[in-house]
């Protein structure tokens, strides 16, 4: 029904840039919140970033003022503009679809649309 698709990702120095981006298929994608989520090995999987059909956007307090989320109906494609990245932004990250921004951002779990994921890995 939705499927999520990542590429942009990369090694870099800290202080560099990275983009990501997301391509999505599926009718209902313009209806549904888009986000990001990051998992380094060991860790559990983090919210990174979501935007909503009107779009409407929410960080984790960790990349706000770093990462910029975005969305571009026409393309169905979700982007994440990563800046100053830090050694500690190194993971795997995953996009991730649901039709409420709010659990997007608060209960990882319930997430039922995933991308297969893209390392990112930023060196000091």
């Known amino acids: 029904q939705v499927q999520l698709v990542e590429s942009g990702g990369g090694l870099v120095q800290a202080g560099g840039s990275l983009s990501l981006s997301c391509a999505a298929s599926?009718?209902?994608?313009?209806?549904?919140?888009m986000g990001w989520f990051r998992q380094a090995p060991g860790k559990e999987r983090d919210f990174v970033a979501a935007?909503?059909?009107?779009?409407?956007?929410r960080y984790a307090g960790s990349v706000e003022g770093r990462f910029t989320i975005s969305r571009d109906y026409g393309k169905s494609t979700v982007y994440l503009q990563m800046n100053s990245l830090k050694p500690e932004d190194t993971a795997v990250y995953y996009c991730?679809?649901?039709?409420?921004?709010?659990?997007?951002?608060?209960?990882?779990?319930?997430?039922?649309?995933w991308g297969q994921g893209t390392q990112v890995t930023v060196s000091s």
């Open positions: 599926g009718r209902t994608f313009s209806t549904y919140a």
């Open positions: 991730a679809a649901h039709f409420s921004i709010a659990t997007m951002t608060s209960t990882a779990s319930a997430i039922n649309y």
């Open positions: 935007i909503n059909w009107s779009g409407t956007s």
